[in-house]
């Protein structure tokens, strides 16, 4: 049955951008082979089509890259922070300029909808390499002391679901400070950090500041061990951010973590339900669930609970999933076949452990890596799916009663990075802002990023904070 | 006239605001510099540590919650505890460390002093690490700092008396409770201290100090699941590695060792580093572009 609603198709065009049938790694300012001569397939999640090979970064690699970056941290710490602010701002431009190109890159290389790549993820790169380009001649008023110094090379680990976001969360602060990087991107999404590596030639940035090794996991724990790196930055999963601080332990490494979470997302009986619907959605079905600060775990308020529910599953049953390149496709793909198959196996759990399973009534298409928002409710806080993070379109419907437990269950996990509270009231939500252990709180909105706002958990969550005068401080000798 | 006899003290941990003595009912000899007895100091055990814990975490919701000016005013009573006994601990001090009257006299001063300084940054350091970010979009935009939670600290081993002083008072300061590891060889002021701050308004179990030996009670509070930070000030390079190593298993704030001068300006690091930065925002429903037109 169609729907009178049914859109007609609205695809970008792919014809924006030109991926190359190979890339390699981009070491002082070249591209090369990997040493070993390894090489590896990204694919697109929504079709399984090969968009590329790519070099695959060994630890000889990593040691050639971190040579690199400690060359050029000579003359690029002692510059006048105005010059380096100008290179920042070049980059800036230039990714404003090639806006387009790089969501449709995006989208096809990570499987987010083109919708968000356009509006949320690109506008965003460009914002934060502006923020921290304006830092860099302005260090001595940062609070830090006069003249802070720079640590040096910087290893950069980065996650799959905001690629090029994070990307810039990394580079640009650590540019901006002085410090000269070594990133690695993910092995499912290393395209748009080998375009940025474009980005930077086109900038005139010298050689060697900016080095990218796409590769596994085993590239980034050689990187992360380099004993020559000053400073290991790391997004990812909490195990590997556990494995991270052991490996660092006894060392000069300054290191920041930003692990996972199980965002509460609490809904008060005073709540504008219409808005708070809309964050509930954007709170976990934004990248498909994909993000570490997703509100993953529903706290709804008991005298609520079924006009919250059907307003929400009536909201899901409208979300578009497919071609994440249409321009009204909500839902995209999951990133990978591995993903996929741990947020299937999550769901599995939760359906054994006898929580009610809704998924919303979506056709997946036949090729390519889908699930489609699911929720589920009668969950209690010693569910699976209401502890462990599921990092996909799946989530937890707990309720409450009093503004005491839902602090108490929002605070009952070993997450400490994000909350959402909706209510009318502002004495509740400065109330409950205020007892939550997380480290970034959204009240009557979610998801909601800027350059200026420091971003960054409580908790097994991690440490550090990414943006604003504060995310400058891991960058510096303070 | 004979000369008296004095009356010798029993030395016992704190733990909970009470004077308990170690569970394990070991003690271990505490010589001054030139070999003298002084004291029976208590061995803590793991089972004493983990009872801190219990007591430092039950402290917190109270502590952090107590307005800043508040806390303010305990940590300057404290110094105020401090100095009417300023004979007991320039003794003690100078017993501990080997060093002239005139010396520890010196010591105890700074770490008076210190007790000071830290009281007047309790209202003060959200306005200088927090404030509102300017969001591009129609949002208020606040971040503060918190209290990390439970820290541990192991305190200086050389600096008995200024050094624990200045590892403590940053940690309240700011709202965290502590359980501190007292210098090992010089554990006597340390458990005067904790007389003082029994008496200091301070409420049971937001300091906590135990004495004995460093690498066993260190390691059950580094491995601790409730336990958020750790001060690895009072190592050496190889246990601190190891504890880092544990204090990895529940992502543990880590505040390495590193040479410090306890005489110099203690700076604003020892208070941030066991603070988190919480951020909220709210949307303002702006009314227009134009702004106000008054």
Redesign the interface.
């Given at each position: 049955m169609t729907s009178p609603f049914e859109y007609a198709p609205a695809p970008e065009s792919r014809s924006v951008v030109d991926i190359a049938p190979s890339y390699g790694l981009f070491i002082d300012g070249e591209f090369t082979d990997a040493a070993d001569g390894k090489v590896f397939k990204t694919v697109s999640p929504s079709t399984e089509e090969v968009l590329s090979e790519v070099a695959q970064a060994s630890s000889e690699d990593v040691d050639r890259a971190v040579k690199a970056a400690r060359k050029a941290f000579e003359k690029w710490s002692a510059l006048p922070g105005a010059e380096r602010a100008k290179y920042l701002f070049r980059i800036a431009r230039i990714i404003q300029e090639r806006s387009r190109e790089l969501a449709v890159l995006e989208t096809l290389d990570n499987g987010k909808p083109i919708k968000e790549t356009r509006d949320a993820d690109l506008p965003l790169v460009a914002?934060h390499f502006f923020y921290y380009a304006g830092w860099a001649d302005k260090l001595d008023h940062a609070?830090y002391g006069p003249n802070p110094a720079p640590l040096g090379v910087a290893g950069q680990v980065i996650p799959w679901n905001f690629p090029l976001l994070m990307l810039a969360w990394k580079i640009a602060p650590a540019l901006a400070t002085g410090n000269t990087v070594v990133l690695k991107p993910a092995e499912t999404t290393p395209l748009s950090a080998l375009f940025f590596a474009d980005i930077c030639r086109q900038a005139g940035l010298p050689k060697g500041v900016v080095n990218i090794l796409p590769g596994y996991g085993d590239a980034g724990a050689a990187l992360t061990a380099h004993p020559d790196v000053n400073k290991v930055a790391f997004t990812g999963s909490?195990a590997v951010?556990?494995?991270i601080?052991?490996q660092v332990?006894?060392t000069d490494k300054k290191v920041t973590?930003e692990?996972g979470g199980k965002g509460a997302n609490i809904v008060f009986d005073d709540a504008p339900i219409d808005q708070a619907v809309e964050g509930i959605v954007t709170g976990i079905f934004f990248n498909q669930g994909q993000v570490c600060c997703a509100g993953s775990r529903l706290l709804v308020q008991e005298s609520v609970q079924d006009e919250v529910l059907d307003a929400l599953k009536r909201r899901l049953s409208t979300l578009r999933l497919g071609d994440p390149l249409d321009k009204n496709t909500d839902i995209g793909a999951i990133n990978s076949a591995e993903q996929l198959a741990r947020i299937t196996a999550l769901a599995e759990t939760g359906e054994a452990e006898g929580a009610e399973r809704w998924s919303a009534p979506c056709e997946l298409p036949s090729s390519g890596y889908w699930f489609a928002p699911t929720l589920f409710t009668n969950v209690t806080q010693a569910h699976t799916v209401a502890r462990d993070e599921i990092f996909g379109p799946v989530l937890s419907v707990l309720t409450f009663r009093t503004p005491d437990e839902a602090v108490a269950k929002a605070n009952n996990t070993?997450y400490g990075l994000s909350a959402g509270i909706w209510t009318e009231k502002g004495s509740r939500?400065l109330a409950v802002?205020n007892k939550?252990r997380?480290?970034?709180?959204?009240?009557?909105?979610f998801n909601?990023f800027?350059p200026?706002?420091?971003?960054?958990g409580?908790?097994?969550s991690?440490?550090g904070?990414e943006g604003?005068r504060?995310g400058l401080e891991a960058y510096l000798d303070? | 006239m004979s000369d008296r006899l004095s009356v010798f003290k029993t030395y016992k941990l704190y733990v909970g605001g009470k004077f308990p003595r170690s569970e394990s009912g070991r003690v271990y000899e505490v010589t001054d510099s030139k070999g003298k007895w002084l004291a029976n100091a208590p061995l803590s055990s793991r089972k004493d540590a983990r009872d801190a814990v219990v007591a430092a975490r039950k402290a917190f919701g109270g502590w952090s919650g107590a307005t800043a000016y508040n806390r303010g005013q305990v940590l300057y009573r404290v110094a105020e505890m401090l100095e009417g006994r300023k004979d007991q601990f320039v003794r003690e001090v100078a017993d501990a460390e080997g060093i002239s009257k005139s010396k520890a006299a010196t010591q105890v001063d700074a770490a008076i002093d210190r007790w000071v300084w830290y009281a007047g940054w309790t209202d003060k350091i959200a306005q200088?690490?927090g404030g509102a970010?300017?969001?591009?979009?129609p949002?208020f935009?606040l971040?503060t700092p918190e209290p990390?939670g439970v820290v541990a600290v192991v305190a200086p081993q050389e600096s008995s008396f200024l050094g624990l002083v200045s590892v403590i008072a940053p940690v309240i300061a700011t709202g965290s409770t502590a359980v501190v590891i007292a210098s090992e060889k010089s554990p006597l002021p340390a458990l005067s201290l904790s007389e003082v701050l029994a008496t200091s308004d301070v409420p049971g179990g937001v300091v906590n100090i135990l004495t004995g030996k460093t690498a066993e009670i260190a390691a059950p509070l580094a491995a601790h699941q409730d336990v958020?930070a750790i001060d690895l000030t009072g190592t050496d390079?190889?246990l601190?590695?190891?504890l880092?190593?544990a204090?990895?298993?529940?992502?543990k704030?880590v505040l390495r060792p590193q040479p410090v001068d306890f005489a110099a300006d203690p700076g604003t690091?020892r208070l941030t580093a066991f603070l988190?930065?919480?951020?909220?925002?709210?949307?303002t429903g702006s009314l227009g572009a134009s702004g106000s037109a008054y």
């Open positions: 914002a609070g909490t951010g556990k494995a601080a052991r332990a006894g973590l692990l070993q939500i802002a939550l997380a480290g970034v709180v959204w009240a009557n909105t909601k800027d200026t706002s420091p971003f960054g409580y908790k097994e991690g440490h904070r604003g504060h303070v | 200088i690490v970010n300017p969001v591009a979009g949002f935009n971040s990390t958020n390079a190889e601190a590695r190891d880092e190593i204090a990895a298993d529940n992502l704030r690091h988190e930065t919480k951020t909220v925002w709210h949307p």
